[in-house]
Every structure is written in structure tokens, then in C-alpha cells.
């Protein structure tokens, strides 16, 4: 595989539920990302791991939990989320150096909160 | 903050029309600027980008130029095609972190 790849696409969850996105990426990046991405929003930036230090940002919920065991994989923990928190969620790796930092975004995961 | 303010969509077009979408920045430093665009059902993909002043990025028949004195990086096509139906969204980086636009809906009929 190459790429960052994404699962699930699709996940459908109820507000007590527990469940987890994950990313992997085959780019030898030493950055990755988690954006929130709603209908008619600009982007919104919710984790950062770069070189092993995480950069987060202070509005997200606890609810969303990340973790980053190493360079390749990118999880996003999620618990007893409500209704707002649908959207598409989207993970992006790229590798941090000086000039531009171009991203590589997978396709998403849908999820719906009922 | 650093943040992008870009038009607000939809936009309709018809093919080999002229497009443009305007895009606009606020940021203390010199940052890097990019175009990216999200096909239905996929993830977002980079179009071009500009690193300095008056950089041109280019891909695809997009264009656009990193102009300081305005703080603005307009995407422009001369002739679009029904494959370019798309959100486009413009973006900046500071470091290592991107702030993006809200994103322009673009729909070119045959």
C-alpha cells in the first residue's frame, strides 16, 4: 500500500459507544495529523504528532483521545461523543523540515454520532 | 493567528469558462501558501503552491501567484472541464502546521 490509508470510511456510532479511527501511512513521514473537517467550516486542526511531540489544539473535547505508538500509525480514540461530532475526519502525514510542509491526507472517516 | 479567508461557494460553470477563486492571508511571518482540492469522496490533494513573493505555482492549467503586497494567492483556470467539479480549498503554513480556507464548491456542466 502507499499513501496514508484510513479505516473505517464509514463508522455509525451511539453517544455511549466506544471506538477508534486509525491511519497508517507508507511515506517514511515524521509528522502526522488529524484534522475535523465540517460542512461549510474551514479545516479544523485537532492533533499534531511531529518527532514524537504532540502539539494539540486546546479547543478539542476530551473526548477525542489521540495516540501515535510510532512514525507509521495514527489513532483517534473516541468516547461518549455527541451529535456535533459528526463530520469527516480526516489523517495527513507529511515530513517536517525547513520551506514549505506539503501534506499527504487520506480519504477520511465518516462518522455519525446518533 | 495565522488564518485564510477564501470566496464562499457554490460556484456553477459552464465547461471552458474562465474560473477564478479568490483567496486572501493574515500571518505575522512569511509563510508558504497552497492550493489543495478534495474530489467527491476522497481526501484532499495538493493543486500547487508558492514559498515566496511573487512564486507562481502552476499544475493542471491552475494557476496561481504569491503576491505579499495584497496577501493574496487567487487560483485561476483558463479553460475548466467537468473533472474539475471540486471543493478547492487554500491553505498556509507556519512551521509545520496548515490553516486552511473554508473551502469553494465548484461545479462545471457539460
Redesign the interface.
Known amino acids: 500500500e502507499t499513501g496514508?490509508t484510513?479505516t473505517p470510511r464509514h463508522l455509525v456510532m451511539g453517544m455511549t459507544n466506544k471506538k477508534s479511527l486509525k491511519c497508517e501511512q507508507h511515506l517514511g513521514h515524521n509528522?502526522m495529523y488529524w484534522y475535523k473537517q465540517s460542512a461549510?467550516?474551514?479545516?479544523e486542526?485537532m492533533f499534531?504528532y511531529?518527532l514524537e511531540e504532540r502539539?494539540e489544539n486546546n479547543s478539542v473535547p476530551s473526548r477525542f483521545s489521540p495516540e501515535c505508538p510510532n512514525s507509521s500509525h495514527l489513532f483517534l480514540h473516541l468516547h461518549t461523543l455527541q451529535p456535533e461530532d459528526s463530520a469527516l475526519y480526516?489523517c495527513?502525514s507529511?515530513q517536517?523540515a525547513s520551506?514549505?510542509?506539503?501534506?499527504?491526507?487520506?480519504?477520511?472517516s465518516r462518522l455519525t454520532v446518533l | 493567528g495565522d488564518s485564510v479567508t477564501q470566496m464562499e461557494g457554490p460556484v456553477t460553470l459552464s465547461e471552458e469558462a474562465f474560473l477564478t477563486i479568490n483567496c486572501t492571508y493574515t500571518a505575522t511571518g512569511y509563510p508558504s501558501l497552497f492550493w489543495y482540492v478534495q474530489y467527491p469522496g476522497e481526501g484532499l490533494q495538493l493543486l500547487l503552491k508558492a514559498t515566496k513573493a511573487d512564486d507562481k505555482g502552476s499544475n493542471k492549467g491552475f494557476e496561481a501567484t504569491y503576491r505579499k503586497e495584497t496577501t493574496s494567492f487567487h487560483l485561476e483556470k483558463g479553460s475548466v472541464q467537468v473533472s474539475d467539479s471540486a471543493v478547492y480549498f487554500c491553505a498556509l503554513s507556519d512551521d509545520y502546521k496548515l490553516s486552511f480556507g473554508a473551502g469553494t464548491t465548484v461545479t462545471v456542466r457539460a
Not at chain 1, 461549510?40 to 479545516?43: E, G, N
Request: glycine residues 12%; aromatic residues 4%; proline residues 4%.
Open positions: 496514508v484510513q509528522a461549510k467550516k474551514p479545516l486542526l499534531v511531529s502539539v480526516l495527513a507529511s517536517k520551506g514549505a510542509n506539503v501534506l499527504t491526507f487520506g480519504a477520511g
